[in-house]
C-alpha cells in the first residue's frame, strides 16, 4: 500500500558527496514526518535526519555527527524525500533507510524508530578513506 523506494546510494571516497532519494507511493511526502536512519556496521538503528510535515512550517533536525554535512529536502511534485549528504566520513559508511510517520509534526528522540509506520528497504553507502 505504502511503499517508500530508496536510491541514490554507492561507495565514495572520504569528502565526496551523494544524494540519496526516498520515492513515496501511497503517501503523500510533505504531507507527514519523514526520517532518515542508518546502521552502521556492528551498530544498531540510529536517526539522521527528520523533517515535520504540513502542520506547520517544516522543522528539520539532524543528528550531531551530520550537521553542517547533511541537507534534507523535499520536492512535492515528484513526492520524494532528499538527503544530500557532503563531506562524506567513512563512520558515515552505513545501510541508510528512509522513514515515514503517519502524523505530521515529529516528537521523541531523533533515534527512535516508534513513530515510524513506514519504511523503505535500505540502500547502502560506503564510505572509504
Known amino acids: 500500500q505504502v511503499q517508500l523506494v530508496e536510491s541514490g546510494g554507492g561507495s565514495v571516497q572520504a569528502g565526496g558527496s551523494l544524494r540519496l532519494s526516498c520515492a513515496a507511493s501511497g503517501y503523500t511526502v510533505g504531507r507527514y514526518c519523514m526520517a532518515w536512519f542508518r546502521q552502521g556496521p556492528g551498530k544498531g538503528r540510529e536517526g539522521v535526519a527528520r523533517?515535520?510535515?504540513?502542520?506547520?512550517?517544516?522543522?528539520?533536525i539532524y543528528r550531531d555527527s551530520v550537521k553542517g554535512r547533511f541537507t534534507l529536502s523535499r520536492d512535492k511534485e515528484k513526492n520524494t524525500l532528499y538527503l544530500q549528504m557532503d563531506s562524506l566520513k567513512p563512520d558515515d559508511t552505513a545501510i541508510y533507510y528512509c522513514?515515514?510517520?503517519?502524523?505530521?509534526?515529529?516528537?521523541?528522540?531523533?533515534?527512535?524508530?516508534?513513530?515510524?509506520?513506514?519504511w523503505g528497504q535500505g540502500i547502502q553507502v560506503t564510505v572509504s578513506s
Open positions: 523533517i515535520s510535515g504540513s502542520a506547520g512550517s517544516p522543522v528539520s
Open positions: 522513514a515515514a510517520a503517519a502524523r505530521s509534526g515529529c516528537y521523541g528522540p531523533l533515534s527512535d524508530t516508534g513513530p515510524y509506520d513506514y
